[in-house]
Each structure stands twice: as structure tokens, then as C-alpha cells.
């Protein structure tokens, strides 16, 4: 058995997946196209999968763990994955399929989960306390890192708070109710407040706003104070020691995260109870390294697999033992 361990990122695009050695380093990497629909998505991480052991020499089964992370509701226990919408798939069990096509154990986290832990690992993150990751990509989520382990919640859905409704005269959200989080401070809500700036649009917003576009710098700071509401919303919720802020719109470096601690400070300044609660120091960025959730994924398959993915992907198995 190798002290070798694997991850895969499943994302909308592209599937980025990871080789790290014992000491959670990367020592391997590899991106592709994601295809579209179940069987494609499946065919993308046993490719990846494939791919990475045969470099490494090594079959998959002689890995110390392997582990994917997806969009959507997931079932970490069972490896079940329901509504990815941007992947085309509603419905499957992808911790047994891959399991079975790949012969070895699979983990399957939320792509944001994944990637809680790999920011909490590749920041350096003490083993006790705690972290809540603010995801800004297409949709808003939070991932929660506490004592070192994930916290899911009952349902999985712990950290989704993109889906609080904060403006009751809101936009409609995808998830059916108006004016969510999610509307107000994200990728999708950014295309559609301010549909410029080919490929970068954040960076354009506030360009604009610099350059002293009014409407941008309107866009702007109503953006930048729904992220320091999220980031209030994670604190008053866990008590997390830091909110460490990750996803495309984190790439605005200084410039969100210097608003977000801005906004923070002036909520302290009229109120004594924002004030003790130093919010400002408790939030950071990131670090800007492409496969986080990758990493992060590896790093779940650290702990046993789940015993219903190993059964029941074992038995369906059809690469020979
Ligand atoms: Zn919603």
C-alpha cells in the first residue's frame, strides 16, 4: 500500500484532480475537460483517476485513499449525489459507480466542503479550532472546518447560507424563494448586475468604479456589502476563529477583501457588540492555487470510507481483485 493519496475536483468546466504524498504535498497534477451528463462526469474522474495511478506506477487500489468533490447535495455517507445542475445530473450514485470502475474505495464530498478542507490544510490551519470557508464562485456557499473535521450538518446543507433570504423584494433565486444571498454576492449575481468585462467581469466592476463610473461603484459596494453580511452571518452563527474568503470572485484580492474589513470596521464603530467581536482580523483570503478542492478531496479520504460505498461498489466491482 502507498502513503500515496489522490484527489478530483468535479467542476462545472473542468475536472482537476491531484496526486499528494504523505506529507500532503502535491507531487502530481492533471486538468481536463468535464463532460456533460452521468455517464460523461463518470467517465471524467475514472479517466482522471486512471490517468494519475498509471503515472504514479501504481494501481488505484494501492492508494492510501482516494477522493472526488462535486457540486450539488451530497451524501458523504453514501456517496450520492443529487442536483448538480451546471454537470447535468440529477440523481447518482457516484461514490459506488466509481468504486466499482475503479476497484478501490472512493470518498465523494460538495465541491465547497472539499475545498474547506483544502484551504484549512494548504493555510496551515492549527488541528483545533475553527474555520468557516466562504466559497464566491458562480453560486455563495460556506464550507465549515471545525477541530479539524467537516461539519455537514444532518442534511449535508451546514454553510448554505447563499440561500437566506435577505431582500424580500429580491430577485427570485434558482432555489425558489426572492431576494437570497446568493442574488446579492456572487459570480451569477455579478453577470447579472454588471454583464461586462469579458472573462473578468469582477475586475471590470471595479475598474469602472475606479476610473469613477457611478453605477459601477454602485454595483460595487452593494456587492462588497452583501460579502461582509456573509461573512457576519458565519461568524454569529459558528463563532468561527476565521472566515477565510476563496472562490472566482476572491481573485479581486485587496480590493474585496480591503472592502469587506472596511465594512466590518464601520459596523463596529456604531456598535459595541459588533465592535467586541473583532471582525474585521477574523477574515482573510485564500490562498490563490487553483486546486484547493482537489487537495481537499484527498485529504477527506483520509478517513475510513464509508462502508455502504465499499460494499456495495466492491460487489457491482468489474476491475479484477
Ligand atoms: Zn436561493
Redesign the pocket.
Known amino acids: 500500500m502507498s502513503a500515496l493519496r489522490i484527489g478530483v475536483d468535479i467542476g462545472g468546466t473542468k475536472t482537476l484532480a491531484v496526486v499528494l504524498d504523505a506529507a500532503g504535498a502535491v507531487i502530481d497534477h492533471r486538468r481536463s475537460p468535464t463532460g456533460f451528463g452521468a455517464d460523461a462526469v463518470v467517465e471524467s474522474a475514472v479517466t482522471a483517476i486512471s490517468d494519475l495511478a498509471q503515472r504514479a506506477s501504481i494501481a488505484p487500489r494501492d492508494f492510501a485513499s482516494i477522493g472526488v468533490g462535486i457540486p450539488g447535495r451530497v451524501d458523504a455517507a453514501s456517496g450520492h449525489v443529487a442536483h448538480a445542475v451546471n454537470l447535468g445530473l440529477e440523481s447518482l450514485d457516484l461514490g459506488v459507480m466509481l468504486c466499482a470502475r475503479i476497484g478501490s474505495a472512493v470518498h465523494v464530498e460538495n465541491d465547497v466542503n472539499a475545498a474547506a478542507l483544502g484551504v484549512h490544510h494548504l493555510l496551515g490551519r492549527p488541528a483545533t479550532g475553527s474555520m468557516a470557508y466562504l466559497n464566491l464562485g458562480t453560486g455563495l456557499a460556506a464550507g465549515f472546518v471545525l477541530d479539524g473535521e467537516l461539519w455537514r450538518g444532518v442534511r449535508g446543507v451546514a454553510g448554505e447560507i447563499?440561500?437566506i433570504p435577505v431582500d424580500p423584494a429580491g430577485e427570485l433565486?434558482?432555489?425558489g424563494?426572492r431576494g437570497?444571498l446568493?442574488t446579492l454576492a456572487s459570480g451569477s449575481a455579478l453577470a447579472r448586475l454588471w454583464p461586462e468585462g469579458d472573462g473578468a467581469p469582477a475586475s471590470a466592476l471595479f475598474d469602472a468604479a475606479e476610473r469613477g463610473d457611478e453605477r459601477a461603484a454602485a454595483v460595487a459596494a452593494r456587492l462588497v456589502d452583501n460579502v461582509a453580511a456573509a461573512v457576519r452571518i458565519l461568524v454569529l452563527t459558528v463563532d468561527v476563529d476565521a472566515v477565510v474568503i476563496g472562490g472566482g470572485l476572491s481573485s479581486l484580492g485587496d480590493r474585496l477583501l480591503g472592502g469587506v474589513r472596511d465594512r466590518l470596521d464601520t459596523g463596529a464603530r456604531t456598535s459595541p457588540f459588533l465592535a467586541s467581536l473583532d471582525l474585521g482580523r477574523r477574515v482573510l483570503l485564500a490562498p490563490p492555487e487553483p486546486f484547493v478542492a482537489a487537495v481537499g478531496a484527498a485529504l477527506i479520504a483520509q478517513r475510513p470510507a464509508p462502508a455502504a460505498i465499499v460494499s456495495a461498489g466492491l460487489s457491482e466491482s468489474t476491475v479484477a481483485p
Open positions: 447563499g440561500h433565486c434558482p432555489c424563494q437570497c446568493e
